[in-house]
């Protein structure tokens, strides 16, 4: 995505309401993925790519110690947990506000002998008291579709950043990929609670004489 072809609204911060924006969407999406995974084997989707979690993982693994604890912020299928998981990364946990996506995820898990990790269904846009003590926070699209929200996202995102930021150690990393926002638009929209850290290179390509991302990946540390 080119830095200035984002559909901007409101100074650049809010994009067109969307259905990917919403809990009906996902639950239709991983009631879909979970038939054809008990049917077919089929773990569906691995978000922006496996290359996106390779590069992750690759910045964990140079960065983080595997006894931290990490928490994946809309897991979905759960791939990157057993990717984690399989790095030897020990005290993981995943979150989605689909009760369908953490009823594959689970599923998954199971069928890969990572059945001890922690799942949990949670809005992340309302009140997450009982998280805590967080090395580690993902977000691979989630902040995407909150952004996508139809009702109140401005609010929704703001709350969500919130809520990372104090699940987080004082120390604690914000890893952000995003396919909707650039990297100098992440770090605008986040930085009340959150400074720049880092950003992993991503793919790159050129139009019209301009130098753009197909999609960003950032990493913040808390203030």
Not at 71 to 79: K, R, T, Y
Request: proline share 2%.
């Amino acid at each position: 995505m080119m830095e200035d072809s984002s559909i901007e609204q409101d100074n650049g911060d809010n994009l067109q309401p969307s259905e990917l924006g919403t809990k009906e969407y996902w639950n239709a999406v991983y009631e879909r993925d979970k038939v054809n995974y008990e049917n077919h084997g089929d773990v569906g989707e691995v978000w922006f790519g496996e290359d996106s979690e390779l590069r992750i993982l690759r910045w964990l693994q140079m960065n983080v110690d595997v006894e931290k604890r990490i928490i994946d912020l809309g897991c979905g299928n759960g791939m990157m947990l057993v990717e984690l998981a399989r790095e030897g990364y020990k005290e993981l946990t995943g979150t989605d506000y689909s009760r369908k996506a953490i009823d594959l995820c689970k599923n998954i898990l199971q069928s890969q002998s990572f059945d001890k990790i922690k799942l949990m269904v949670l809005d992340l846009t309302e009140d997450c008291h009982n998280l805590r003590n967080f090395n580690v926070a993902l977000d691979k699209g989630t902040y995407d579709a909150i952004s996508l929200n139809p009702d109140n996202a401005t609010a929704k995102k703001k709350k969500y950043i919130k809520n990372v930021s104090e699940m987080l150690t004082t120390d604690g990393f914000f890893i952000v990929t995003s396919c909707n926002w650039t990297e100098k638009e992440l770090i605008r929209q986040i930085s009340s609670e959150f400074n720049h850290f880092q950003t992993i290179p991503t793919p790159s390509f050129s139009f019209g004489g301009k130098v753009g991302n197909i999609i960003s990946s950032v990493v913040f540390k808390k203030k």
